[in-house]
Nanobody, 121 residues
Framework: QVQLVESGGGLVQAGDSLRLSCAAS?????MAWFRQVPGKEREFVAFINWNGMIVDANSVKGRFTISRDNAKNTVYLAMNSLKPEDTAVYYC??????????????????WGQGTQVTVSS
């Protein structure tokens, strides 16, 4: 069992930056960020694997950067040039399986509690 603890959300203005952190209680192969707004499905944001391979969504490409510190079992999401449409609850996810696309929430076994990011216009 892996526990994930997120931090770093908050209220910012459009164009500002935020950095989210997620600390895992054990080693994982894939770590990812998803986000969700009320009434919509959880949306993939980005993942990074144990080797540093990154895949991110087109909606955040060039603005958000995912990174990880394997020694600390921690993943980060640096969010720049934030837009009001980035407002959501952001969830950290982790998985110990090697196979799969890892772009779908159903593929992840472990989840954080979520942290609210609100971007005002």
């Amino acid at each position: 069992q892996v526990q994930l603890v997120e931090s770093g959300g908050g209220l910012v203005q459009a164009g500002d930056s935020l950095r989210l952190s997620c600390a895992a209680s054990g080693r994982t192969f894939f770590m990812a960020w998803f986000r969700q707004v009320p009434g919509k499905e959880r949306e993939f944001v980005a993942f990074i694997n144990w080797n540093g391979m990154i895949v991110d969504a087109n909606s955040v490409k060039g603005r958000f950067t995912i990174s990880r510190d394997n020694a600390k079992n921690t993943v980060y999401l640096a969010m720049n040039s934030l837009k009001p449409e980035d407002t959501a609850v952001y969830y950290c996810a982790a998985d110990r399986k090697l196979v799969g696309a890892h772009m779908y929430s159903s593929e992840y076994d472990y989840w954080g509690q979520g942290t609210q990011v609100t971007v005002s216009s």
